[in-house]
Every structure is written in structure tokens, then in C-alpha cells.
């Protein structure tokens, strides 16, 4: 048991370390894009300077292999001079004519002895290192042009060994051209460091752009976090600043909007929960009075107690279920629309309606045809709850009317279905009240009901994609209505031109 308990201890003890490293969104998205930007850079610097070191070795290659038509021509303008030709008058005026290069030293050798240097001033003499004239003089070919590279304590040396022979002379002469490699590669190289120079100021200025753009883009992020900490089921209020028009901004609005929908959806259930919570202790409140002074001997106070108190349970039953109804209307699939005959349908509800009181006069004024898509239970279920109120609120013998109608708008076509009576009428201030859960009028206090017969109208009319409106004057008659959208069936839409 201690022994888990450590274990546990050090796992915590790890998560937190790892906690403390961690690195957030923001170094993330900085350290990424120095990264790519160092490694694009560093493959553009490498590549650019394999490019130019190739480039200088093949000028160094072609500027050595230059050299033998050069000394060709050397070898034949000196044809018809009076001295013989040998090869050492072909080297010797080979070196007062052909003028070294930059970074380049020529040598002569007459029978693999240095023999010849040019008067001009070198930058390097090849007869300074004995150990590179022997391998020259190993290397070179009496017939054909040698090229190599060597490391000698001159440096890193590329050359070319042109044999020299003139018929008639015993001599064999050599004409060697060599360039310093590490003189023309250190200009390649130091071009190199500043590139890197260049690439690391670069990175450094990326970097703290980068830093500033993503603190800025992950602002709202760190905004919501902040709210999002902040929030609670008792405050919801704190909101995420937008600014910008950038995903990020759309992000922290629609953060923003889920926050709007959880405090309604807080607030619509605390008031349920008041309301709902106020609805039951007065039947909970009239059974415990009746059962605290029942007396038990008394079969007639039994029986009536008894009767009273299933009638306010009953009552209970009612008011759960019209709240779990309510609760449930916010589904997505509250409705299962279907097609349905008009002219049936509404004949259908009348008859239904007729059953709630058979003494009134029920008219029946329809002027709506057709299929229409609607969930007809549903519809059944909020058209009839409208005849119920009709019946309980409106004079005793009245008669009610029932009306379907399609009205044509600017937003389409929508199907009307109404309930008139002719009660004592609704006071224009208490249009909007009456909808609201528990919502009564003060004269229907008594009047049996929950109170959330037209809430549960509402939201039938709502999961419809309707509303459901009253029309109503303070003296007498009131007229409540159910718009919902008129939505095409195939055939209707087929039969459209």
C-alpha cells in the first residue's frame, strides 16, 4: 500500500516536471518556423556554395588547361629564330610571355631539376617545397598532359604538367602551372560566413516577428482560457474580446456564442427550477397539511384525504411530464415531419376538438388544401392544447373556432392554424407573459392547469422553424395562431413551372 502510494506520489511529481517544460502553443509555432526557416536557409547557404566552389575548381581546371595551347603557340612563334630550338628556349620564353594569374605559380624543369621561374613576382615559389617537385617530376608524362592535386606545405595546390620535347634535344623539359586552392576557396568561404552571419541575424529577426504575430493571433486563445477559467455556473458573463477578421477573431466569436447559449441555457434552467421548485410545494404543502391532521380513526376523513391527495399528485404527474415534454422539445429530432393531408387532418383535430366540451358550437373555418410537411402529432398535440384553453377560459357556451389558411409572405408560403373564442379577451401587456412557462393571467387564478400548456405550443411552433402569435382586443375574443413555414412536397415542387 505505501509502496503505491510512492509510486502514485512520483508519477504526480513527473507530471508536474513535465507540466513546467512544456512548451505552449505560442513557442511551438515560433520554434516550428525557425526551424523550417534554419533549415531552408541552411540547404539554400550549403547549396550555394557547392555551386560556387564547382564553379571555381572548373575556371581553375579550365584556366590550367589553357595553358597548353598557350605554350603551343609560345613553342611555334619561336620557328624560325636564328638560335636552335631547344626545350629550354621554349620554357624560357614560354615564362617572359605567358604572365601568371592571380592565386597561380609557374616552375620549368629541365630533366625534373627546377630550372625557370617567370620574372614577375609570385605569390608562392613551387621549387620551395622539394617534396612536391619530386612528386611532380614522378607524376608527369614525357607524351601527355598530366593534371592533379596535391597538399603540400604551399597550401592545397591544383596543376597541370605539360611536357615540353623538341626534336633533336636530349633535354626533356617540363612546364608546370599550379593555383592555390585554398587562396581562391577562402574568398568561396568567407562569403560563406557572412551568409551565415546574414542567416543567423535573419533567424533572429523571424524569430521575434514570428513571437509577435502568433502572441497576437493566440490572444483571443488565451482570452478564452482566461474566460473560460473565470466562467462558472453562477457567472457566465465574461466574454472574449474580438478583434481582427481572421479565423482566430471567427473562432472567439462563435467561443463567444457558445457562451451566450450556456448562460441562457443556465438561466432557463435556474428559473425552471425556481419556477418548477414553487409549482410543487403547494400540493406538497396541501398534502403534508392533510396528512399531519388526518385522523386515522375517522374512515371518512381517511377516504377524503386519500382522494385529495392522489388528485394533487395526479397533478404532479401532469406538471413532470409537461416539463420533461418542454425538456425534450430542444432535441434535434423533437419533430419527425411527414406529409399530411390538410383538408383529413384538420377534420381530424375538429372532431378531437369537439370531444373537449360537446356542448359548445365548434365552427370549422378551412381554407388550407394540399399536402403539407408537418409533424402531425405534434401539430395535434399544440392546436388541441389551444382548444383546451379556449374552452377554459372563454364564456361558458361561446362557440370556438377552428381556422387553417396559407399565407403568402416576402419569406415564402406559411401554413396558419388558429383557435378563436369569445372570452373576456387578453390585455396587450400580458400578450407575451401568457407564453412563458408557469405564465398566467391574474383572473385565471384557480383555474385548473400547470401553466405550461402555451410554452409547450411555443415549442412545438418552434421546432417547426414557426411561432405561434395572439390576436386579441382587452374587451372580448382572442385569436391564437401557429405560423409555420409551408415546405414544398416533391409533387408540388414538380408541378411548378
Do not use: C
Not at 507540466?19 to 502553443?25: D, F, G, M, P, T
Not at 607524351?143 to 597550401?155: D, P, Y
Amino acid at each position: 500500500m505505501v509502496e503505491a502510494r510512492e509510486r502514485r506520489r512520483r508519477r504526480s511529481e513527473d507530471a508536474g516536471a513535465r507540466a513546467r517544460w512544456r512548451l505552449s502553443v505560442r513557442s511551438r509555432i515560433v520554434v516550428s518556423i525557425l526551424a523550417v526557416t534554419a533549415l531552408g536557409l541552411a540547404a539554400s547557404g550549403v547549396a550555394s556554395f557547392l555551386v560556387q566552389r564547382e564553379r571555381a575548381l572548373a575556371s581553375v581546371d579550365s584556366q590550367l588547361l589553357h595553358t597548353v595551347p598557350e605554350l603551343k603557340s609560345v613553342a611555334a612563334s619561336d620557328t624560325n629564330a636564328a638560335a636552335p630550338k631547344t626545350a629550354e628556349a621554349v620554357l624560357r620564353a614560354a615564362m617572359q610571355r605567358m604572365i601568371p594569374s592571380e592565386n597561380e605559380s609557374v616552375l620549368g624543369l629541365i630533366n625534373g631539376t627546377p630550372a625557370l621561374v617567370p620574372a614577375a613576382k609570385l605569390p608562392y615559389r613551387l621549387d620551395d617545397d622539394p617534396a612536391l617537385i619530386k612528386r611532380l617530376v614522378s607524376e608527369a608524362s614525357p607524351t601527355n598532359v598530366v593534371q592533379g592535386t596535391a597538399k603540400s606545405s604551399l597550401g592545397t595546390l591544383r596543376y597541370v604538367i605539360v611536357p615540353v620535347t623538341i626534336a633533336g634535344d636530349t633535354n626533356a623539359g617540363l612546364y608546370v602551372a599550379a593555383y592555390d586552392l585554398d587562396a581562391i576557396l577562402e574568398d568561396i568561404a568567407e562569403s560563406f560566413r557572412t551568409y551565415i552571419a546574414v542567416a543567423l541575424i535573419a533567424l533572429g529577426l523571424i524569430g521575434l516577428v514570428a513571437w509577435f504575430v502568433a502572441g497576437r493571433l493566440l490572444r483571443p486563445i488565451r482570452l478564452l482560457r482566461h474566460a473560460a477559467a473565470s466562467n462558472t455556473a453562477a457567472d457566465l458573463s465574461q466574454r472574449i474580446p474580438v478583434t481582427g477578421h481572421y479565423d482566430i477573431s471567427e473562432l472567439a466569436e462563435t467561443i463567444n456564442g457558445m457562451f451566450d447559449r450556456l448562460q441562457d441555457a443556465f438561466t432557463s434552467q435556474r428559473r425552471l427550477i425556481n419556477d418548477v421548485g414553487h409549482e410543487l410545494k403547494t400540493p406538497l404543502t396541501i398534502i403534508r397539511g392533510h396528512l399531519e391532521l388526518l385522523d386515522a380513526r375517522n374512515p371518512d376523513e381517511v377516504a377524503a384525504t386519500r382522494a385529495l391527495a392522489i388528485d394533487e399528485l395526479d397533478r404532479m404527474s401532469t406538471l413532470v411530464s409537461e416539463i420533461s415534454l418542454l425538456a425534450e422539445a430542444r432535441a434535434p429530432r423533437f419533430v419527425k415531419p411527414t406529409e399530411v393531408d390538410l383538408e383529413s387532418f384538420t377534420a381530424s383535430v375538429a372532431s378531437k376538438a369537439r370531444a373537449l366540451d360537446p356542448a359548445r358550437e365548434w365552427r370549422l373555418e378551412s381554407a388550407a388544401s394540399g399536402i403539407a410537411s408537418v409533424d402531425a402529432h405534434r401539430i395535434t398535440q399544440a392546436w388541441l392544447q389551444l382548444a383546451g384553453n379556449a374552452v377554459k377560459y372563454s364564456t361558458p357556451g361561446a362557440s370556438i373556432t377552428l381556422t387553417t389558411a396559407r399565407v403568402e409572405a416576402r419569406t415564402g408560403a406559411w401554413l396558419q392554424l388558429g383557435v378563436r373564442d369569445e372570452g373576456p379577451g387578453i390585455p396587450p401587456d400580458a400578450h407575451e407573459r401568457i407564453f412563458e412557462r408557469f405564465g398566467r393571467l391574474e383572473s385565471s387564478r384557480g383555474t385548473e392547469g400547470s401553466g405550461l400548456g402555451l410554452s409547450i405550443v411555443a415549442a412545438i411552433a418552434d421546432a417547426h422553424g414557426g411561432t405561434v402569435g395572439l390576436t386579441s382586443a382587452s374587451v372580448a375574443g382572442s385569436t391564437f395562431e401557429i405560423r409555420i413555414p409551408w415546405r414544398e412536397t416533391p409533387e408540388e415542387e414538380k408541378e411548378q413551372p
